[in-house]
């Protein structure tokens, strides 16, 4: 991949096809830190804060059978426990390990119930793993005890706080390392997990980002938030409304495609999304802020949409073109490579691919749109017998994508939707593993069976009777 943006040609066509062509720009990452271990050993550990209670056996072995938050299910002789953890013959088990439910059964069945010291840290876990109520009885259990607790009950409310707020992160960052665990054997290097400060001083850095290059197109308004987007919009606020509950259901809907928790955030802090009201604005923010000699040269053709992927960083530019849906569309598209980049690791699709799903999802959202401009090209084109393998082929370093009239968009997503159509699960396997740094074609193998011709050759009998 190039060091230095790579822009894609986009080729100026007499149809609507011309003007739905978004393009990409690509700035290749340095290579993200790989972590070392599995995803739950990266999280914050849980902090050594609060009530101290030292190493306590039961007078004999107790039988237990517990759940873990991840679904595991412990089984054993527990031998001894402390404030953090409990042991025995299955090891030692963090107490914030457990599901809340099943930590107070267990927390509470091995305490003694008349120690202040023991109710004290009961009330700490229980903040620490979301269940408040009973904390707050826990803690008047432990003053009604011996009055003198009282001076510490303060003391231990902000240590529970801090708890809480560990658990939050580590959870967290548990459910985002999980997005990588695929990719752990793979030749591509990771995004790296952040924690809680370093995605604070992310979402600051791409704030600011925001901020400094709307202001090159002479746009200065109040940025709008979602968990993964920050929008900078001059449209009317009812479009920018529905656009952003767009991105948002289209956020989840890929990470559902792709296996992933919805509640993960992929960014680096969010995605910018800019949505400029006129052309000019766009293309002064693409000539500003990211140096792109494509828009506006001759033979370019009408473009609405770019996304940038600056390493880590992830940049929408649009423009509101006056046929709304076309927009829309284009902006999905667009938002889809984002996504993709951020998905566990920078390891890029083919290009077909690469287009194909970010059009195949855009047309979950904006049907009409993109089976306007994608579908009957493909049909004309595999029903006449053209050559599938020589689209599956193409590719973004030595120019040959998208094809003449940009072929390669059309058939691209016609091969996506027949692969999507047929075995979602096999496409979401063949992803995950080009994600993880394998040739494409031999992940084609391994997931799905198939070579390159023997995907063309499916392809083309699948469409030889439908649409």
Not at 112 to 125: I, V
Not at 389 to 394: A, E, H, K, S
Request: proline share 6%.
């Amino acid at each position: 991949m190039p060091n230095a943006p790579n822009p894609r040609d986009n080729q100026s066509m007499s149809t609507l096809i011309a003007m739905v062509l978004g393009a990409v720009l690509w700035q290749a990452p340095s290579a993200p830190a790989a972590p070392t271990g599995d995803a739950a050993s990266s999280a914050a550990p849980a902090p050594s804060v609060g009530t101290e209670i030292k190493e306590t056996r039961p007078d004999k072995p107790l039988r237990i059978r517990v759940k873990l938050a991840r679904g595991t299910i412990v089984a054993g002789l527990l031998a001894s426990w402390d404030d953090d953890a409990f042991s025995g013959d299955f090891g030692r088990i963090e107490w914030i390990e457990l599901t809340p439910s099943e930590f107070k059964r267990l927390f509470d069945k091995v305490m003694d119930d008349r120690d202040p010291s023991h109710q004290l840290r009961f009330a700490e876990l229980l903040v620490a793993v979301g269940l408040d109520a009973p904390a707050e009885s826990a803690w008047r259990k432990a003053a009604s005890i011996d009055p003198s607790v009282k001076s510490r009950v303060a003391g231990s409310r902000e240590a529970a706080k801090a708890m809480r707020k560990a658990w939050l992160e580590r959870e967290r960052m548990q459910r985002e390392g999980a997005v990588q665990d695929f990719a752990e054997d793979g030749a591509a290097p990771r995004w790296p997990v952040l924690t809680d400060a370093e995605r604070d001083a992310a979402l600051a850095a791409m704030r600011e980002d925001a901020k400094h290059y709307s202001a090159m197109a002479g746009v200065s308004v109040e940025p709008i938030e979602t968990d993964h987007f920050i929008l900078i919009s001059e449209l009317k606020p009812a479009e920018t409304k529905e656009l952003q509950k767009e991105l948002d259901r289209m956020y989840a809907q890929v990470l559902g495609y792709l296996g992933v928790d919805p509640k993960v955030n992929l960014f680096w802090g969010k995605a910018v999304v800019f949505l400029f009201a006129t052309e000019d604005r766009f293309k002064a923010v693409e000539a500003g802020a990211f140096q792109n000699p494509m828009v506006g040269r001759p033979g370019s053709g009408q473009v609405m949409g770019l996304c940038h992927m600056m390493k880590e960083r992830v940049f929408v530019n649009s423009w509101r073109c006056p046929d709304y849906a076309l927009f829309g569309s284009v902006l999905i598209h667009e938002t889809v490579h984002g996504i993709m980049h951020r998905y566990s690791t920078p390891a890029r699709l083919p290009a077909w691919a690469d287009e194909g799903f970010s059009d195949w999802v855009a047309a979950q959202f904006q049907s009409a749109t993109v089976e306007q401009a994608r579908r009957a090209q493909a049909m004309q084109y595999i029903r006449s017998g053209g050559n599938l393998v020589t689209v599956l082929d193409m590719n973004y370093r030595d120019g040959s994508w998208p094809g003449q009239n940009a072929l390669g968009y059309a058939v691209g997503y016609a091969i996506v939707d027949a692969m999507m159509r047929e075995d979602p699960g096999k496409f979401e396997d063949w992803l995950r593993k080009v994600k993880g740094g394998m040739p494409w074609e031999q992940a084609l193998q391994d997931a799905c069976g198939l070579s390159k011709r023997q995907l063309a050759s499916n392809v083309a009998r699948f469409f030889s009777t439908r649409d």
